[in-house]
């Protein structure tokens, strides 16, 4: 036992084994506490490393299968007809554009401009720069330079069109002419050069992706290295179509034994009823057969030439890959005939010496059994061409025949004589670099050294997957062990055949077709001579064993025939043969193909695991919903305003990735919705017409409409999307409750209306009978009660008077009513201008939600004008701002709160009248007794005062504009009655003051009027003319 500490039961600690000295009282080791902390600290950080190692391993097993979605897509392309994106604002820039606005204000910029211009630019700068709710939805994501070009170009529609008509100036002019000016102040004078320049390279997502550049995006969205994607890439082999193509022959022939698999078992996922499990094994095999038939649609070899597949007659069977079935195609000998070309290029013939300098030679080339070809003559001092040759043949092993001549002399010769000639046998694995051959020559030629320097190049088809020599011996073809010549042929995607050549023959000797038969690396067989490195190909009731020369050639024969069977099994080449390779120290390079070094480089790096692993027994519903999330997160940061949708590239490679791997279209939605929900509901702007779209299809497998012809509906699916539906209503009721800040000024265009129309689908109790309109209307109005409540709270929070109105001085609480009035005012036309189009189904609810929004700042209102001192008249200007806004509008004039403001009003404007009409009246008695009757105008100063305060009472009721008609009958009556009481009142005292002065004056004949009598008669005659103007 070990002399350490130890703890009691109770947990504390024993003193150590060893003498204690001074600190003999306390342990030597940390106290249990930090030492447990320590621990818990330390399983933390494992935990977190192993968590993290854990989504690391699943981030490169996803990358790996969508390396090959996108190496060789058979299903899926590029959308070309997706909506461009705009360029997103950020936070900086919209700062930039405001400080761009302000310096033209302050008159910093060179732009000139008229004032109306000057205003139009500094309402927008107000109300809609300066907006927090422009603020907030640049932060949502949501906002392009578009959208602020679009704001201002409907403000100042309405701007010109109430402009006066100017000559020779067109209103479309003067349109183009501010939005010129516009762009201007938006882009400001150093962006002019430098933007160009940007465009195109932040252009990219939104275009037709390379596979270099899909590769490097999802490099990015999953968090893979460069030199991750390196290994995998070599490794996996993308730039092979044949192993690609025979990757999903394999993924197919996987998923079809698991659906049978799945049959047999009765292993199913759990179905909303039980016939739809027999239905779900139907559909894995037919979404599996039809994946083949997409795969069996593609030119055999991508980017060579033109080759279509030959379209083969099928069975009935509707499996491709039915082993040992009997009616499984049969090739004919013509089904595997094949074309290739011929380059033969001779340049020069040396060791001539029979021949004299100066005499004419010439080459003839063929191939035999085709056309012969004649090279330029030249002199034989100097035997060199560069003639090329273009043959094709349908021999995989042709024959060629270059004879090499001198022209004959002699009168009566009839043919040139041959020199010396030359036959090849070449393939299409010979070396394309020229080559000095010697020739051979005829009996008694001085020329024995005669040598030819040519280059043969034999292409291989696009359907000929490998050639070469082999030994062979099968037990139904190739019957005696002995070499022949190979070719794999590729007849269509699911269609292989080994088929034996002679010389100059087209159709193959024997042929076998490799469906069905599984190829390994096998030792060497006894009693089996001449041969080094054997393999061999495995059916049931046949084996046919293969031996190639040397090991590198058989390494690319099984991985050739590997492609070709389909098999799941992947041979791996004796581990002995690279130890072999060692031992010899050559110093050229191993014995086997260069993939074979990828892989086992891979194999270090730990990256075997991903590229073996069988994708079929993967949870790929799991996967893809962590690619959608990842996906979906790098869309929303990149550069555009891309409100939910993803690019043409991401797009494709998704559709690849589920066609490919059978997810079902629900969940694939139903975790887009989830998703976008999430992102929606944290503030960003999320296209409703997306969740639109995404909901409809959810909505209509759900209830058996099959929207992609899967027809089965899973518990799951029908429990997350009911799950869903209640998230996505509270989300839309959410926004349209907000809809003043969830689409401000309108934007995105259209997005109201699309949700509001969204609301109405997800209402839907299924996808056939339609939601009764009251339901709708229900959800709205409720809605937009609370909008009104929000509203108004904002809007005494911005114009911060709530606090205000409970104090202050009267006058002051007057102003800030008056100011929050406006505000009121303003908020309901731009509610008008902005949203109104989206609410014009319920043209009431609007009127509703206006009608709440008054009686929240009829409280305010009225305690202002409750706290106003009795007889003051400066309420008035509220009235009539109010009124006037109210009686304009149809569906509020002569509504609850009007009413309400006539009803505070008219004990007012009663009461002012009487008071008015007292004052007048006193006026009229008190000046008349003081009157000098000096002449002022069109009268004396007391005529002119009492019209002038008459004409002014008129004028105020008439600019009240009274919307109730009786009342403002009534009042009209009343102004009339006094005026014309009123000018009775005058005439009368201005008649006995003229009377009483003509008393006075002496009656004799040299009579003289004086001025004052003269001022009455004019008193009297401008009184006649007032009571026609204020009593009619």
């Known amino acids: 036992g070990g002399g350490g500490s130890s703890s009691n039961a109770s947990g504390r600690s024993m003193p150590p084994s060893r003498g204690s000295g001074s600190g003999s009282a306390r342990s030597v080791s940390p106290s249990p506490s930090l030492a447990s902390e320590k621990e818990k600290e330390e399983q933390d950080r494992l935990q977190r490393e192993k968590e993290e190692d854990a989504k690391k391993r699943k981030a490169l097993q996803l990358y790996v299968f969508l390396l090959r979605c996108i190496a060789y897509p058979f299903n899926a392309k590029q959308p070309t007809d997706m909506a461009r994106r705009q360029q997103k604002m950020n936070k900086q820039q919209l700062q930039t554009v405001k400080e761009r606005f302000q310096g033209f204000m302050n008159g910093e910029t060179q732009i000139i401009a008229d004032e109306a211009f000057f205003n139009a630019i500094q309402s927008y700068f107000e109300i809609f720069l300066k907006s927090d709710r422009v603020a907030r939805m640049v932060s949502s994501g949501g906002c392009s330079a578009n959208d602020f070009r679009d704001v201002f170009k409907k403000n100042i529609e309405k701007r010109v069109r109430s402009l006066p008509e100017i000559d020779g100036l067109s209103k479309e002019t003067v349109l183009s002419s501010w939005m010129a000016k516009f762009d201007t102040i938006y882009r400001g004078e150093e962006d002019i050069r430098s933007k160009p320049a940007r465009m195109p390279m932040s252009a990219v997502s939104e275009l037709i992706l390379s596979k270099e550049q899909l590769y490097e995006m999802f490099q990015q969205i999953l968090g893979i290295k ?5 290994l995998l890439y070599n490794s996996c082999q993308l730039d092979n179509s044949d192993e690609q193509a025979a990757q999903i022959r394999r993924e197919l022939d996987g998923r079809l034994q698991m659906a049978e698999q799945l049959a047999k078992e009765r292993k199913t996922l759990k179905f909303v009823q039980k016939d739809m499990e027999n239905m779900y094994i139907e559909e894995l095999r037919s979404s599996v057969n039809l994946l083949m038939a997409n795969l069996e649609s593609l030119p055999v070899a991508k980017g060579g030439p033109e080759f279509k597949l030959q379209k083969l007659k099928r069975s009935q069977n509707s499996s491709f890959l039915d082993i040992g079935d009997e009616n499984e195609v049969q090739l004919s000998k013509s089904d595997v005939v094949l074309s290739f070309t011929l380059e033969i290029v001779i340049m020069e013939v040396q060791g001539l010496k029979s021949v004299a300098p100066n005499r004419i030679v010439y080459c003839t080339m063929e191939v035999e059994g085709g056309e012969k070809l004649q090279t330029d003559q030249a002199e034989a001092s100097r035997p060199q061409w560069g003639t090329q040759g273009d043959f094709t043949t349908t021999h995989p092993r042709p024959v060629v025949k270059i004879k090499f001549f001198t022209e004959s002399t002699g009168v009566l010769a009839l043919e040139d004589k041959e020199l010396g000639k030359l036959v090849l046998y070449p393939t299409p694995n010979n070396l394309k670099t020229p080559e000095l051959l010697p020739m051979v020559t005829p009996k008694n030629s001085q020329d024995s050294d005669l040598k030819m320097k040519l280059a043969v190049k034999m292409d291989k088809p696009p359907n000929m997957k490998h050639c070469g020599y082999l030994h062979a011996l099968g037990q139904k073809v190739w019957k005696r062990w002995k070499k022949r010549y190979f070719v794999l042929v590729q007849v269509s995607q699911y269609t292989f055949a080994m088929c034996s050549y002679r010389e100059k023959k087209s159709e193959p000797q024997e042929l076998m077709q490799l469906e069905g038969y599984t190829v390994d690396y096998t030792e060497p067989q006894p009693g089996l001579d001449d041969g080094r490195a054997f393999f061999n190909a495995v059916k049931e009731g046949d084996t046919v064993v293969y031996a190639s020369n040397d090991e590198q050639d058989r390494v690319l024969w099984v991985q050739a025939m590997y492609r070709a069977t389909g098999q799941s099994y992947k041979p791996t080449p004796p581990s002995q043969v690279q130890k072999l390779n060692a031992k010899k120290g050559s110093t050229q390079l191993p014995d086997v193909p260069i993939s074979q070094f990828y892989a086992d480089r891979a194999q270090k790096q730990g990256m075997d695991e991903f590229i073996a692993a069988d994708p079929c027994k993967f949870d790929h519903s799991a996967l893809f919903e962590v690619l959608q999330r990842k996906t979906l997160e790098h869309r929303l940061n990149d550069s555009y305003s891309c409100l939910g949708w993803f690019s043409p590239g991401q797009v494709f490679v998704l559709d690849e990735y589920c066609s490919r791997y059978g997810l079902r279209g629900c969940h694939r939605h139903l975790c887009y919705l989830k998703e976008l929900i999430e992102r929606a509901e944290g503030g960003t702007m999320i296209d409703p017409t997306l969740l639109h779209y995404s909901f409809a299809f959810c909505a209509s497998h759900v209830h058996g409409n099959r929207p992609d012809g899967i027809g089965t509906v899973t518990v799951e699916e029908k429990e997350r999307f009911n799950e869903i539906k209640e998230r996505l209503l509270s989300l839309l009721e959410n926004q349209i409750t907000h809809f003043r800040y969830c689409f401000p ?116 209102m009225d305690a202002t004008l409750e706290a106003q001192p009795q007889d003051s008249w400066d309420t008035f200007p509220l009235f009539q701002l109010l009124n006037n806004y109210l009686r304009n509008e149809p569906l509020l004039s002569n509504g609850k709160y009007h009413k309400h403001l006539q009803e505070l009003f008219i004990p007012l404007v009663v009461r002012y009248i009487d008071l008015m009409e007292s004052a007048i009246a006193q006026s009229i008695h008190k000046s008349f007794e003081q009157e000098t009757w000096q002449p002022v105008k069109n009268g004396s100063s007391t005529s002119e005062d009492l019209f002038w305060k008459l004409d002014a009472l008129q004028m105020f009721v008439y600019d009240l504009h009274w919307p109730e008609p009786e009342f403002s009958q009534h009042l009209d009556q009343r102004l009339k009655l006094m005026a014309s009481d009123m000018i009775e009142a005058c005439v009368k005292r201005t008649r006995v003051a003229f009377e009483a002065k003509l008393q006075k004056l002496s009656k004799s004949t040299d009579l003289r009027v004086p001025s004052s009598v003269c001022t009455m008669f004019n008193v009297l005659v401008d009184a006649k003319k007032q009571s026609t103007k204020l009593c009619i």
């Not at 009978?769 to 409720?782: G, L, Q």
């Open 226 to 230: 460069k030199i991750e994607h390196q």
């Open 745 to 860: 000024f309108g934007r995105p265009e259209g997005a109201l209306k699309a949700t509001l129309s969204l609301l109405e689908r997800v209402l839907m109790k299924d996808i056939a009978t339609p939601v009764p309109p009251e339901d709708v209307k229900k959800v709205v109005r409720k809605c937009l009660e609370k909008s009104a409540l929000i509203n108004y709270s904002h809007l005494s929070e911005y114009a911060k008077i709530e606090d205000a109105l409970s104090q202050g001085t009267p006058g002051k609480r007057l102003d800030d009513v008056i100011r929050l009035a406006e505000l009121c005012i303003e908020v309901l036309q731009q509610n008008e201008e902005h949203h109104y189009e989206a609410f014009s189904w319920w043209p009431d609810l609007m009127a509703e939600h206006a009608e709440i929004f008054w009686s929240l700042f009829a409280v305010d």
